[in-house]
């Protein structure tokens, strides 16, 4: 009977190296997927601080977007329609001064009105255009001749 304790004690011995190589071999899989669990962990942190991040901004354009409710908008929208009627109320009132004071008079009036410089500088002008008007129709003529 020695010798099947010893061929039990052989096959025992085996068996608990077999166990211990696969028990470590298990163990180093398991450390594998430890490792890999903790970088998805950290990337995982990472994506849900964007996102975080995102959210902020979202919640402060929204409520950013919450002063212009309906309820804002048509106060805006009065304050808008004010300052563009008072704009046309002035310019309309702007353009009734203007029209009132702008009157349009005959040349005759505006004569009678003439001061001894206002005539002599008229009475030069007159002059001058006559002066012209005359050395056009000399020039007029002396082609029309030369033809």
């Known amino acids: 009977m020695p010798e ?14 077999e166990m211990l190589s696969l028990s470590n071999e298990m163990k180093r899989i398991a450390m594998t997927y430890q490792d890999h669990l903790i970088e998805d962990n950290k990337t995982l942190e990472k994506i849900s601080n964007k996102q ?29 329609m004010f300052i563009f009627a008072a704009v046309l109320f002035f310019f309309t009132t702007f353009v009734i001064v ?19 410089e206002h005539l ?14 005359s050395t056009y129709n000399f020039n007029k003529a002396m082609h029309l001749l030369l033809l």
């Open 4 to 17: 099947t304790d010893d061929k039990d004690s052989e096959m025992r011995t085996s068996i608990e190296t």
């Open 52 to 80: 975080d991040k995102n959210l902020n901004k979202l919640n402060q354009s929204f409520s950013a977007l919450k002063l212009f409710s309906s309820e804002s908008i048509s106060c805006w929208q009065l304050i808008i």
């Open 98 to 116: 203007i029209d009132r004071t702008i009157i349009s008079v005959s040349y005759t009036h505006l004569r009678a009105h003439e001061t001894p």
């Open 120 to 133: 002599v500088c008229r009475l030069l002008l007159e002059k001058k255009k006559t002066f012209l008007t």
